[in-house]
Protein backbone atom coordinates (compact mmCIF):
# COMPACT_ATOMS: atom_id res chain seq x y z
CA UNK A 1 0.00 0.00 0.00
CA UNK A 2 2.35 2.38 1.10
CA UNK A 3 4.79 1.29 -1.91
CA UNK A 4 2.60 2.11 -4.49
CA UNK A 5 1.69 5.44 -2.85
CA UNK A 6 5.70 6.52 -3.16
CA UNK A 7 5.54 5.86 -6.53
CA UNK A 8 2.64 7.78 -7.12
CA UNK A 9 3.98 10.55 -5.08
CA UNK A 10 7.22 10.34 -7.05
CA UNK A 11 5.15 10.18 -10.56
CA UNK A 12 3.88 13.62 -9.09
CA UNK A 13 6.63 15.04 -7.99
CA UNK A 14 8.50 14.71 -11.32
CA UNK A 15 5.70 15.94 -12.79
CA UNK A 16 6.42 18.97 -10.41
CA UNK A 17 9.96 19.17 -11.18
CA UNK A 18 9.66 19.13 -15.29
CA UNK A 19 6.77 21.80 -14.75
CA UNK A 20 9.10 23.80 -12.65
CA UNK A 21 12.34 23.45 -15.67
CA UNK A 22 10.16 24.41 -17.78
CA UNK A 23 8.60 27.70 -16.93
CA UNK A 24 12.28 28.22 -15.76
CA UNK A 25 13.65 28.27 -19.48
CA UNK A 26 10.47 29.82 -20.67
CA UNK A 27 11.44 32.61 -18.03
CA UNK A 28 14.53 32.63 -18.53
CA UNK A 29 13.80 33.12 -22.22
CA UNK A 30 11.30 36.06 -21.90
CA UNK A 31 13.90 37.78 -19.30
CA UNK A 32 16.52 37.45 -21.62
CA UNK A 33 14.80 39.01 -24.19
CA UNK A 34 13.86 41.83 -22.13
CA UNK A 35 17.19 42.66 -20.96
CA UNK A 36 18.27 42.45 -25.07
CA UNK A 37 15.49 44.73 -25.56
CA UNK A 38 16.88 47.24 -22.32
CA UNK A 39 20.27 46.70 -23.94
CA UNK A 40 19.22 47.96 -27.85
CA UNK A 41 17.57 50.70 -26.37
CA UNK A 42 20.10 51.70 -24.45
CA UNK A 43 22.97 51.67 -26.86
CA UNK A 44 20.61 52.59 -30.03
CA UNK A 45 18.22 54.51 -28.41
CA UNK A 46 15.53 52.75 -30.36
CA UNK A 47 15.15 49.17 -29.92
CA UNK A 48 16.05 46.36 -32.60
CA UNK A 49 12.92 46.91 -35.29
CA UNK A 50 12.74 50.90 -35.30
CA UNK A 51 17.24 51.06 -35.61
CA UNK A 52 16.53 51.73 -39.24
CA UNK A 53 14.09 54.66 -38.87
CA UNK A 54 16.85 56.88 -36.68
CA UNK A 55 19.00 57.76 -39.55
Not at 10 to 24: D, P, S, Y
Request: charged share 25%; hydrophobic share 40%; with cysteine.
Amino acid sequence: MSFSRNIAACRVGNRLLLLAKKFAKEFSKLWERRWNAGFYYAYYGAYPNQKFLKD
